[in-house]
């Protein structure tokens, strides 16, 4: 009687403590048991932070690491060799699609960094250099440019042209690299070849917008027929294995082949080779 007392009890006080743990307020978590596991700790960037060795809450990225939208260009570095290796090597991103937009976002970064000295064909005739404020810019057809060392002088700069790295950012380096050679191309007569290459994306792009139908299976067997092959009936399933397709899976593969088995023999009007 005692113990059953106490159970009573026991199960009063638990129930109470659970009952009140939830409240009226509807925004208020009740009580927490645990908070550690509803509050981290929040650091500050440069705070001390014990649980480290070295004590500090700001952590270093893992060796290797590769801040997003950037490539890692160690090899690349600011020197001849590195020029001529990213001359030779270096290769826009395959993330870097030009596009209608991206070709005008290309032309007129191109006119604002660029433009004033290179001009806007690139033939060297930029606003410095007519005015004679600045000397010695190349026309783009007087060097042999790569998307590569395109992308080398902008980030470093040459000679007496500045790197515009803090200007341009890496993708955008490239679709202004972009712009450069299509000027060359134009400068040098290749221009042919530059409008096949716009022709030829914008056909990519309207194929993007195609979609084709996939033929039935009657349509299909229909094609075959009137190419003028004959009807082989060894080709279709034998019914006797029907028995061996045992899992569901299995049954409609088998269901499959035999439709397919049936377009084809009702394509040749074979009606009699289907044992179905
Ligand atoms: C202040 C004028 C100036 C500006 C602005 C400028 N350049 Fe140049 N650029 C030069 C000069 C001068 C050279 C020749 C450097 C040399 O070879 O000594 C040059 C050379 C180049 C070359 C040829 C390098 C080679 O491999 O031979 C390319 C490509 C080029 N610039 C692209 C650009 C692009 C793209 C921009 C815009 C982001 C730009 N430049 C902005 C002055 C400029």
Redesign the pocket.
């Given at each position: 009687m005692l113990k059953k007392n106490i159970f009573t009890l026991l199960a009063m006080i638990t129930g109470g403590i659970l009952l009140s743990s939830c409240g009226n307020d509807k925004n208020s978590t009740g009580w927490e048991f645990m908070p550690d596991m509803y509050r981290g700790p929040a650091l500050e960037a440069y705070q001390p932070n014990s649980f480290f060795s070295d004590s500090l809450a700001s952590r270093k990225p893992v060796a290797g690491t590769i801040a997003r939208g950037f490539m890692s260009y160690e090899k690349f570095d600011n020197t001849t060799e590195g020029?001529e290796l990213a001359?030779a090597n270096m290769k826009a991103p395959a993330s870097i699609v030009m596009n209608e937009m991206e070709l005008e976002e290309a032309a007129k970064?191109?006119g604002i960094?660029?433009g004033?000295?290179?001009g806007t064909k690139g033939d060297g005739q930029?606003i410095?250099m007519t005015r004679e404020k600045?000397l010695?810019?190349?026309s783009?057809a007087e060097?042999?440019?790569t998307e590569g060392?395109?992308f080398?002088?902008?980030t470093y700069g040459?000679?007496?042209?500045?790197s515009?790295a803090a200007?341009?950012s890496p993708e955008e380096?490239w679709k202004?690299?972009h712009h450069?050679l299509k000027l060359r191309r134009e400068l040098t007569g290749e221009v042919e070849e530059a409008q096949a290459e716009e022709v030829v994306e914008e056909t990519s792009e309207t194929e993007n917008q195609t979609y084709y139908r996939i033929p039935s299976p009657d349509e299909m067997f229909g094609f075959i027929k009137e190419s003028g092959l004959a009807f082989n009936g060894e080709l279709l399933n034998d019914i006797a294995n029907s028995d061996s397709y045992t899992d569901p899976k299995m049954q409609a593969l088998n269901f499959g082949v035999y439709s397919a088995d049936l377009a084809y023999t009702a394509a040749y009007k074979e009606f009699n080779e289907t044992n179905y």
């Open positions: 020029y001359k970064l191109y960094f660029c004033h000295c290179h930029g410095l600045f010695g810019v190349p783009y060097r042999e440019l060392s395109i080398h002088v902008i040459k000679g007496n042209m500045g515009h200007q341009l380096r202004v690299g450069v």
